[in-house]
């Protein structure tokens, strides 16, 4: 799994960053499929979902200038996946659905899947053909997958930031630098 590319590359390659628009488009669907019109955590479900997603995608603007701005976006994008999952949690504990444990058939069947297919038709197909307590479980794992993707996306960020230093501090190496070579 490539963790590394969102600093330097697009962020449509990060691999966490098209695992958070599957679950942006796994969550669209459940949300107007199985919660009643009107209902506010369709609101509150869809913009985790989204927030994920673009704060995924403004850490990689950000991050051509500015490591700390990068860490706060991503760190962003993981509470709101955190508060998804959540909603997810007490969808299914608030209507007597069961929760796949970690490690059981399902779960492990689920991680597979998210390793192996990153495409949101794979996923959008799969879930029409699932009913809600599957489609939330899936979402759950996927949040999971992703969030710990993020995770050690941020720990190698910092890792880089301390050896290398930040935007300002090597732009200031390199105006020093360039101040001495001026000078007789």
């Not at 488009?25 to 989204?50: E, H, S």
């Not at 007597?96 to 058939?105: M, N, T």
């Not at 599957?134 to 993707?149: C, G, P, S």
């Not at 996306?153 to 930031?161: G, N, R, S």
Request: glycine letters at 4%; proline letters at 1%.
């Amino acid at each position: 799994m490539d963790i590394s590319n969102l600093h330097t590359g697009s962020f449509r390659t990060f691999l966490a960053y098209r695992k958070a628009e599957v679950i942006y488009d796994l969550t669209f669907y459940f949300c107007n499929k199985y919660l009643k019109p009107g209902d506010r955590t369709i609101d509150q479900m869809v913009q985790a979902a989204r927030s994920g997603k673009q704060n995924i995608i403004e850490g990689k603007e950000a991050a051509r200038t500015s490591y700390e701005t990068l860490l706060k976006l991503v760190n962003v994008a993981r509470a709101s996946l955190q508060e998804l999952l959540t909603d997810y949690e007490d969808y299914l504990r608030v209507r007597h659905l069961r929760q796949w444990d970690k490690g059981s058939v399902e779960v492990e069947a689920m991680r597979k899947l998210g390793r192996e297919h990153k495409e949101n038709t794979f996923f959008l197909e799969l879930a029409q053909s699932r009913n809600d307590e599957v489609v939330a479980n899936m979402v759950i794992v996927l949040i999971h997958q992703t969030n710990n993707l993020l995770e050690r996306y941020l720990a190698k960020q910092i890792e880089k930031f301390i050896k290398e230093g930040g935007f300002r501090e090597n732009l200031a190496k390199q105006r020093i630098a360039y101040r001495s070579k001026k000078q007789p």
